[in-house]
């Protein structure tokens, strides 16, 4: 069910971020690529751990820099 | 509350002298108007209902609040843009919506008409660095501030927003505005409780004078109409309670049977602008600020002294000034609150005026659109400046049987058509903060 979480995973992100749903590729940064700034991927991650009901450390939730980074972050947590 | 107070006698008070002597003022003239208020979204619309004697106050829609001491107010008509509702989406992305209280968002809304109404939009990076913001708010993100205590406390830290502080802070109006339009003068944020608008201007206009902008963008905005804000105000006898089955009646500024204020919301911002900048790039002048005066009553938390001096020492501060006579103003919009304080300052302005009373018309607006808090002073002062281009007051609603015997007209019930150059604003706030505004008709 990995395309599940990737498709509640761009869910989240098109809603917060605001961008069309083909930019949110395998490799899109959120920062670089998505117009994100420090304080929305500090929400972005608060609203992954509200979908997926998981704990994302702070030290984790700093190496979740793409898209990819995240399904692959939340696929191992589930 | 309905005792009849005697203002009869001069009062004594002790005035700070203020003088121009020595002094090389830069004039300072209003070149933009934006506003966002209970009758509508826009100066144009707003003035429009309020000449025609049209009322902001209902049940609230918002939230469920028939458990409260007050369950209705005046509200912004929130829409689709059309019939003059606000539709939020014409300010701010739906995604950065979220992240602003609404206080924000309603003075972004103001900002970006008044700017738009000036025509200034500068590109240049002098021209935006001569160019301030100063938008104020009474009470600021209330409602973003209980929301996020009840999340603390029911699911812990973790859940707070990143953007909940940058989203209830005061000054991130005037930040925001910045921002967007790339203005890097003064950036400040007055909080003067109900007084805030009137001192954002004044404030504001004193930048310009003393040469720290050749232009600011200067208002308030408020947000108060939650479970919080009413709860918080019913607890301090403020609001108007009695009149749940016609909350249109509810706002009546001198009448026997006020019984408090009648919340409102919304943001009225104001561009200012130094004369020979306006001039220079012909752009539409409404008016010249051309008094400001600034008191403390130092008496209570939320009750003006009997006489009010404190008001009426702000009053002779910015007549004084503005280097006018009292008998010169023509129009006042007064503070009005709808309580027992309404007496008072008719007093106050009495003994200002001393025997011009006559010849003055004074209304409070605060009986169609509620009382804006933080925004009041700058949505007010809007208008007067459309009563010096159109030469009408509007009308003191509900104002049927008068609390006091005055010689001025009090504009019940009805706009008054007449000759108005000279206007003045009055604006009181909690912990007893006055400020006054004279503005000019600009002529030649």
Redesign the interface.
């Given at each position: 069910m990995s395309d599940s979480i990737a498709d509640r995973v761009k869910k989240i992100v098109v809603?917060?971020?605001?961008v069309e749903e083909d930019k949110v590729t395998e490799n899109a940064s959120f920062i670089d690529d998505l117009g994100a700034d420090s304080?929305d991927t500090?929400?972005l991650v608060?609203a992954f751990?509200?979908e997926f009901g998981i704990?994302i450390p702070d030290d984790a939730a700093e190496t979740i820099q793409t898209f990819g980074d995240a399904v692959k972050f939340i696929t191992e947590a589930s | 509350m309905r005792a009849p107070f005697s203002w009869g006698a001069t009062a004594c008070i002790t005035q700070v002298e203020v003088t121009n002597e020595g002094i090389q003022m830069r004039r300072v003239v209003v070149t933009g108007l934006g506003m966002v208020s209970p009758l509508a979204d826009g100066v144009e619309a707003t003035w429009r209902r309020l000449l025609a004697g049209e009322s902001g106050a209902g049940t609230i829609q918002r939230f469920d609040a028939s458990h409260l001491a007050t369950g209705y107010a005046c509200e912004v008509p929130v829409g689709d843009g059309s019939n003059d509702t606000f539709d939020a989406a014409r300010y701010l992305e739906p995604k950065e919506q979220r992240k602003v209280d609404d206080f924000i968002l309603y003075g972004m809304a103001a900002a970006q008409q008044a700017i738009e109404n000036s025509g200034w939009m500068p590109e240049d990076e002098e021209d935006r660095v001569r160019t301030g913001v100063m938008i104020g708010s009474g009470i600021g993100g209330l409602q973003s501030i209980a929301e996020t205590a009840v999340l603390l406390k029911e699911r812990g830290p973790r859940r707070v927003s990143p953007f909940f502080i940058p989203g209830a802070l005061i000054n991130l109006v005037s930040g925001q505005v910045s921002i967007r339009y790339g203005f890097k003068g003064p950036n400040h944020a007055v909080v003067t409780a109900c007084s805030t608008g009137a001192h954002a201007i004044g404030d504001a206009a004193r930048l310009i004078q003393w040469g720290d902008a050749d232009v600011m963008v200067a208002g308030g905005a408020e947000s108060p109409i939650s479970e919080i804000g009413i709860a918080g105000f019913n607890a301090c006898k403020a609001l108007s309670t009695g009149r749940g089955d016609a909350p249109t009646k509810a706002s009546r500024p001198w009448d026997k049977d006020r019984d408090g204020f009648v919340m409102g919301e919304g943001a009225g911002v104001v561009v200012l602008e130094e004369y020979e900048h306006a001039v220079a790039r012909g752009a539409k002048i409404y008016a010249e600020v051309i008094g400001y005066g600034l008191s403390g009553d130092a008496h209570h938390i939320t009750a003006p002294p009997p006489n009010h001096e404190g008001a009426e020492r702000a009053m002779r501060a910015a007549v004084a000034r503005a280097g006018i006579d009292a008998s010169e103003i023509d129009y006042v919009n007064a503070h009005g609150t709808s309580t027992m304080a309404d007496t008072i300052e008719l007093g106050a302005v009495e003994r200002l005026v001393g025997a011009a009373a006559g010849g003055l018309t004074m209304s409070s607006t605060k009986s169609s659109i509620g009382h804006l808090l933080g925004a009041a002073g700058a949505v007010e002062a809007i208008f007067c400046i459309l009563a010096i281009r159109d030469q009408v007051a509007p009308p003191t609603l509900n104002l049927d049987d008068p609390a006091a015997e005055t010689e001025i007209d009090l504009a019940a019930n009805a706009k008054v058509e007449r000759d108005i150059d000279v206007i003045l604003s009055n604006s009181f706030g909690f912990g007893g903060t006055n400020a006054a505004l004279i503005m000019r008709r600009v002529t030649g």
């Open positions: 809603e917060h971020l605001g304080l500090v929400e608060m751990e509200e704990e | -």
